[in-house]
């Protein structure tokens, strides 16, 4: 009997529509941190932007959903992408104030001009 009933709970929870993509987000956010850092930013915004449409919708009612570990999971790796995509946009901008344009897109003169700053 017990059976019975746990079957019939399980039919009756749904997953959250978003759960999955946020998750994805999270991890591609972090995945394309590197890529200039704007790449990684707007898929961990826009990951949190699902992330919160779902935890409202799962606050409404918690038991009609059964994946709400996957958005807290995937909120979590949403942060982490935008907090290192937004690290590594401030370091490109760094380096193109401090160096130039000219300097970032030629390796060559990027190591000239870091010898002439350490004084070698």
């Known amino acids: ?23 994805v987000m999270g991890i591609v956010s972090i995945l394309s941190c590197c ?3 704007i790449i990684s930013v707007l898929l961990g915004v826009v990951g949190l932007y699902l992330a919160k449409k779902d935890t409202q919708l799962y606050n409404e009612n918690p038991t009609l959903y059964s994946n709400y570990n996957n958005i807290k999971t995937g909120k979590i790796l949403c942060i982490i992408g935008i907090v290192l995509g937004a690290l590594y946009l401030m370091f490109v901008l760094f380096i193109i104030a401090t160096f130039g344009m000219e300097a970032f897109q ?12 350490m004084g070698q």
Do not use: I
Request: with cysteine; aromatic share 8%.
């Open 35 to 37: 890529c200039y850092g």
């Open 106 to 117: 030629d390796p060559a003169l990027m190591e000239q001009k870091m010898r002439e700053l």
């Open 1 to 23: 009997m017990d059976q019975n009933n746990f079957s019939n709970f399980e039919s009756q929870s749904q997953k959250l529509p978003n759960a999955t993509v946020v998750l």
